[in-house]
């Protein structure tokens, strides 16, 4: 029996240097709009989670991924929608980053993070990420 949640491909894209991720703006007339997200997007069907963020990273902010490791998984129940959120950390990146789809991009230190309004299944990805050391790796890994 398949689970009825909107698997959604999610990365935290690190600039390493500064101790920054990138966010980017959810556009208003969409599920939790005006809300700033870690940027990503649904899996396709049969379509694996490393092939679909690096397609919506790709097709989102014109943002190759070199490599990226797992996160943190969250399943979170909004009124509206299921979903679950498969994250990945992104340390090895290239290209321009603008947001393609008209969206806001900003590089944000993981330290203000919190000062910003995210979804409520967001709140967990932070945590995740104050743990991380400064390679985007967990602590204790």
């Known amino acids: ?5 909107l698997h959604i491909a999610v990365g935290v894209v690190f600039r390493q240097s500064e101790n920054k991720v990138l966010i ?3 556009p208003d007339n969409v599920h939790q709009g005006g809300l700033w997200e ?4 649904k899996c396709r069907d049969n379509e694996n989670v490393v092939t679909a963020l690096k397609r919506e ?3 989102e902010l014109n943002l190759s991924v070199d490599s990226c490791s797992p996160l943190i998984i969250i399943k979170h129940d909004y009124p509206q929608q299921k979903v679950k959120l498969d994250v ?3 340390t090895d990146w290239h290209g321009e980053i ?3 789809e008209g969206q806001l991009t900003e590089w944000v230190s993981t330290s203000s993070l919190s ?6 299944a967001n709140s967990e990805i932070i945590e995740a990420i104050l743990l991380l050391k400064p390679n985007g790796q967990i602590e204790g890994r």
């Open 1 to 5: 029996m398949s689970e009825d949640r």
């Open 24 to 26: 980017s703006k959810r």
């Open 38 to 41: 870690f940027p990503g997007g």
């Open 57 to 59: 990273l790709y097709e």
């Open 88 to 90: 990945w950390s992104v």
């Open 98 to 100: 603008y947001g393609k």
């Open 115 to 120: 000062q910003r309004d995210f979804p409520a």
